[in-house]
């Protein structure tokens, strides 16, 4: 959705950027300064090799992801699991849903 409003939830907000982070290193193609078209995305060209990326690229829509399994997060994308972001002016606490430890 596209709009000029401010985003009303710091949490939400910061879900969707890691959705948007996703989608632009590992699957929007590299375009930058390129005529030709390139298969490469974002994160080979920054040097990440492709094995990597597509093997788990194939279940990052179709497994469910857990917290207690998820070995490489860093602490940023930790704090936006467990929803740790207080939004100002906010009157309660933000609720994080019990299957978010599973």
């Known amino acids: 959705r596209e709009t000029v409003q401010f985003a ?3 949490n939400n907000c910061m879900e969707r950027l890691a959705v948007y982070r996703l989608y632009h290193n590992y699957i929007k193609p590299y ?4 005529r030709e078209e390139s298969r490469k995305t974002h994160a080979e060209w920054a040097g990440i090799p492709a094995q990597p990326i597509a093997s788990e690229m194939k279940t990052v829509f179709t497994r469910r992801r857990f917290f207690s399994r998820s070995r490489w997060l860093s602490s940023s994308d930790i704090v936006i699991w467990l929803r740790g972001i207080s939004t100002p002016m906010k009157q309660m606490a933000e ?4 299957y978010s430890w599973a």
Not at 31 to 34: A, P, Q, S
Not at 95 to 98: F, I, K, S, T, V
């Open 8 to 10: 009303r939830n710091a």
């Open 31 to 34: 375009r930058i300064g390129k």
């Open 95 to 98: 609720y994080l849903p019990a």
